[in-house]
């Protein structure tokens, strides 16, 4: 059976997952902004459930809201209307339990640390022990390959290093939950193909959820179980959809007519709901 | 080696200039004591060469402040009232304990205008107001208050350089605090940090570079507000006392000397506060 044709739902009725499985369940979330130029709607009734294990991507063109979905999630923002639970709590109980890490569109690390001091940041405030803290960065490191870079600064290492190592950051902690905003948006083709691959390995090996917010198609489908088409003005979700490959895909998989498939109908589901008419 | 020929060139310039308004300047000086002595065949040379050495000129000339200078600092006893070095050294006291005390609350004010905003309203203005008056009115009337209190010798004139220290510490400290980019707050906010926590693992560090400039403003301001107290209670000595006493018996060239005194005090503590920047700098990139 046609993958792409197994994995076309309406919006409707979406392949979701129970209420009680869910990780993540958000449920008629709007958001608006006051600013000086009048009220902006970033997100308009979004409803969507996310599985524990699930890798779930969201695209859409800029000011679709997905950046503001995944603060929101991440109590970074306050949404205007609706309900979301994280492991079943508030937004805001699930940050004060330290329920996930977020990776933001730069690396964010702090110039005065060291690699190894940046990825013991989140350990130090959580109150770890100075050898546990040593293990888990030693760990941290040599998960994101970059074991034997623990004592250069942030300006010794390229641009994919850094994103690297605030995603060691991320996991020192072991979050359940990992919230990725466009982390490879400023890396060139080949070092986000590299990163993929190690993020999509990763992944596997932890177990963790995963939202992950991106620009790119290719990206989307090929790291994904779930990928959320978003559509801008106001933010809202256009399409949810499957994407079932296996969760040690290698990057051929882009040449296939099924990884082609999805991309179509993500490419399709952009365009539709980039329309302006009125 | 670079550095040095553009310096060097613009001292040569300046003494240059120096010499060209002392001669003007002097001139006319020089011509009316050449009057009142009854002479009259000197030529333009003599004028020149005695226009330079006068002994009260209008502005001395650069060899006469650099002969002052080496007499006062170098062939004097440090101990003797006309020595720089035994002025000077009772300036430099006044000005690091003010130094200290006004980094200290100049530092004080900016954790506290950081942690609570509304202070920021409600003291901003106090503290900029405070900037406002002349600290040449201020001085005298801080001086007498303090001495119904008891307090004299060395306190009131490190007060004075604290008033004037204390505030290019708060502003730059402040800006400092305050220098971290939303990214960077917005992962303390997901590590869910305390406010204490925030400050000292993300606003304290980052505000390193903005503590060592604020640190070298607020000396120069200090070395200011000690000279200008010495010359409101000018009997306990010190650089601003030396000025004042110059002043008095139109010492210009003991004017000139103790002022290139201060400044070259000042710049001596600026520059050391320089070097703890680097070498603070330096072991950050290398540790």
Redesign the interface.
């Known amino acids: 059976m046609d993958v792409a044709a197994a994995a076309r739902l309406k919006p409707d009725d979406r392949r979701m997952p129970s209420a009680a499985d869910a990780t993540i369940e958000i449920n008629g979330l709007s958001l608006r902004f006051d600013t000086a130029d009048g009220p902006v709607q970033a997100l308009s009734d979004v409803s969507l459930r996310v599985a524990r294990g699930e890798f779930v991507s969201f695209i859409g063109p800029s000011g679709c809201g997905k950046t503001t979905l995944l603060r929101t999630v991440?109590?970074?923002e306050n949404p205007t209307e609706g309900l979301i639970r994280v492991n079943g709590m508030s937004p805001r109980e699930a940050?004060?339990k330290?329920a996930?890490?977020?990776v933001?569109?730069?690396p964010?690390l702090?110039p005065?640390?060291?690699v190894a001091r940046n990825i013991a940041?989140?350990l130090?405030?959580?109150g770890f022990g100075k050898a546990e803290r040593e293990a888990r960065v030693a760990k941290g490191l040599e998960l994101v390959n970059l074991s034997g870079f623990g004592k250069k600064?942030p300006w010794q290492l390229s641009g994919g290093m850094q994103q690297r190592a605030s995603i060691a950051r991320a996991l020192s902690f072991d979050p359940d939950l990992l919230l990725m905003d466009e982390p490879f948006g400023a890396l060139d083709e080949i070092v986000r193909d590299m990163l993929n691959q190690q993020l999509l390995r990763l992944w596997d090996v932890t177990g963790k959820t995963v939202l992950f917010v991106t620009h790119s198609i290719p990206e989307a489908v090929f790291l994904s179980t779930h990928i959320v088409v978003m559509s801008p003005r106001p933010g809202r979700i256009y399409d949810v959809i499957e994407c079932n490959f296996p969760r040690d895909r290698a990057l051929d998989i882009r040449e296939t007519p099924e990884f082609l498939a999805i991309a179509n109908r993500v490419r399709q589901g952009l365009r539709e709901g980039h329309s302006y008419d009125g | 080696m670079k550095s040095v020929l553009p310096l060097t060139t613009v001292v040569l310039a300046l003494i240059g200039v120096w010499y060209l308004a002392a001669a003007l300047m002097n001139a006319q000086l020089q011509r009316d004591q050449f009057a009142n002595a009854g002479r009259t065949d000197y030529s333009t040379q003599d004028l020149l060469g005695a226009s330079l050495n006068m002994e009260r000129p209008k502005l001395p000339a650069p060899h006469q402040v650099a002969s002052e200078l080496y007499k006062l600092v170098f062939a004097t006893s440090p101990t003797s009232k006309r020595s720089l070095v035994y002025h000077g050294l009772i300036t430099l006291e006044e000005t690091l304990i003010g130094f200290a005390i006004g980094s200290a609350l100049g530092i004080g004010l900016a954790v506290l205008i950081v942690s609570m905003r509304w202070l920021e309203r409600s003291m901003m203005p106090w503290i900029v107001a405070s900037q406002t008056v002349p600290i040449i009115a201020l001085a005298p009337m801080i001086v007498v208050i303090l001495n119904q209190f008891n307090v004299t010798g060395v306190a009131p004139k490190a007060v004075i350089a604290a008033y004037l220290s204390f505030f290019p510490v708060t502003v730059g400290m402040v800006k400092g605090f305050r220098s971290p980019d939303p990214l960077q707050l917005d992962l303390m906010r997901t590590y869910s940090a305390t406010r204490a926590q925030t400050f000292m693992k993300l606003r304290a560090p980052a505000s390193a570079p903005f503590f060592f400039a604020s640190m070298k403003i607020g000396a120069a301001a200090a070395l200011v507000g000690a000279v200008v107290a010495e010359v409101t209670k000018s009997e306990d000595g010190g650089l601003g006392a030396r000025l004042l006493a110059g002043s008095y018996y139109g010492q210009t060239v003991q004017i000139w000397a103790a002022l290139l005194a201060a400044a070259a005090l000042s710049a001596a503590l600026v520059g050391a506060i320089g070097f703890a920047g680097r070498l603070t700098q330096r072991r950050v990139a290398l540790s």
Request: cysteine-free; hydrophobic content about 45%; aromatic content about 26%.
């Open positions: 991440a109590d970074l940050r004060a330290r996930y890490g977020y933001f569109q730069a964010a702090y005065w640390r060291s940041l989140p130090e405030i959580m600064y």
